[in-house]
Every structure is written in C-alpha cells, then in structure tokens.
C-alpha cells in the first residue's frame, strides 16, 4: 500500500528523492506581519532530515519567520508528467558565524563547482560575519507525481 499523502516517511519516496537532489529552486511560502502570503524561489540543501535554507541576518523575512515560523514549502520539476513535493513545517533560525555550510553545499549544486567560486566569494564578501541558517522540519509531506499519485480532484474524479 502507498505511503498516505500527508506522512513525512513520503521523503524517502524516490520522487521526493529526486527532486530533494535537484537544481529546482524550492518555492518558499510564509505569512507577512500583515497576514498576506509571500512566495520566494530559494536555494535549498537536504540534509536527510530537515530542508535547510540560509540568507543574510538582515533579510526582511527573517524577522516575519522568526513571529510566524509555520511554512510551506514546494520542488516542482519542469517536464511532463509533473513531479512536485509539498512539504508544510516549522522553520527555526539560527545565526552562524561565517557562511552556512549548506548554503555552499546548494551553491555548488546549484551553479557546479567551478561556478560557485565566484558567487560564494562574492557572498562572503557581502555578508562576512554571520549568516542566517534556516531549517525548515517537515510535519507533512506530500507527492504529486501525475502518473500514481495525482491531486485529489483528479483521483475524486477517475
């Protein structure tokens, strides 16, 4: 029997899999102070249990996640048949010295090798001292893979 739409044991599904190992940005969704959503695309690491994020300290989000930390959180693959991971959780933040190590992990991902160099000294430039190091703890997940597991209203629907 599959594995129902809303477990976290869903991550280990090879979809999830896949794309937790993608270049797809992750489409980030939280509330701002003034209760309105905000969506932004961002770089993301898996490290087995928990997705992690990482930003500058100054960020106007980091402030709004640290009032409001439930989030949503979505990998969507680009080509037919569609394969998206949904992941709804609870994001805590903390300030490390230095750059984050997933966030140079997910820049080289990212950009390859050779590609982050460039980037990632730019970044340190910017932001030396300390960085913001986001985790995002999965408290449900689903799959969409749109040949076994398909929204709701298509399944209501067949």
């Not at 949904?86 to 090798?113: C, D, F, H, N, W």
Request: charged letters at 20%.
């Amino acid at each position: 029997m599959a594995t129902r739409q809303g477990s976290v044991a869903l991550l280990n599904d090879p979809v999830a899999q896949k794309l937790l190992q993608s270049a797809i940005p992750a489409r980030l969704a939280y509330s701002w102070t003034d209760g309105t959503p905000r969506v932004v695309p961002v770089w993301f690491h898996w490290n087995g249990a928990q997705i992690v994020l990482a930003g500058p300290p100054t960020a106007p989000k980091m402030k709004v996640l640290e009032q409001n930390s439930k989030v949503a959180l979505t990998i969507d693959d680009k080509e037919w048949p569609y394969k998206i991971l949904l992941v709804r959780g609870t994001v805590q933040i903390e300030l490390v010295k230095g750059m984050v190590p997933e966030y140079i992990a997910s820049a080289k991902r990212y950009l390859g090798e050779e590609g982050s160099v460039g980037f990632l000294d730019m970044y340190r430039k910017m932001y030396p001292d300390e960085n913001a190091r986001i985790t995002v703890q999965p408290e449900w997940v689903g799959i969409i893979d749109m040949e076994t597991r398909f929204p709701s209203a298509f399944e209501a629907a067949m």
